[in-house]
């Protein structure tokens, strides 16, 4: 088992920065490719980035220059740095890890979750 705990969401004004926290507790987190999602209200949870265990990342085409995924081994924890905050950011982030090889960007790729954390940017 793993378990993630997000931190780091909060109110930000629009063009504003924020950096989300995923610490992990459990198995080794080193092993684990690990993702961030979000999902709006009304709206389904979708991908945001991920970060595979040699480094490599993925981004969603929406965020894909704006936002920076990163991963601190020895720590056990996982960043997601934002950037250029608009209102269409605003979400619950969710910080996810899977070792299986189901695509990047789909939910099912990933065994763990964590109980997310808000960010609002205000426009």
């Known amino acids: 088992q793993v378990q993630l705990v997000e931190s780091g969401g909060r109110l930000v004004q629009a063009g504003g920065s924020l950096r989300l926290s995923c610490v992990a507790s459990g198995r080794t987190f080193s092993v684990y490719r690990v993702a961030w999602f979000r999902q709006a209200p009304g709206n389904e949870r979708e991908f945001v980035a991920a970060?595979?265990?040699?480094?490599?990342?993925y981004y969603a085409d929406s965020v894909k220059g704006r936002f920076a995924i990163s991963r601190d081994n020895a720590k056990n924890t996982a960043y997601l740095e934002m950037n250029s905050l608009n209102a269409d950011d605003t979400a619950v982030y969710y910080c996810a890890a899977g070792r299986n090889n189901q695509p990047v960007a789909a939910s099912s790729a990933y065994d763990y979750w964590g109980q997310g954390t808000q960010v609002t940017v205000s426009s």
């Open positions: 970060i595979n265990w040699v480094g490599g990342s």
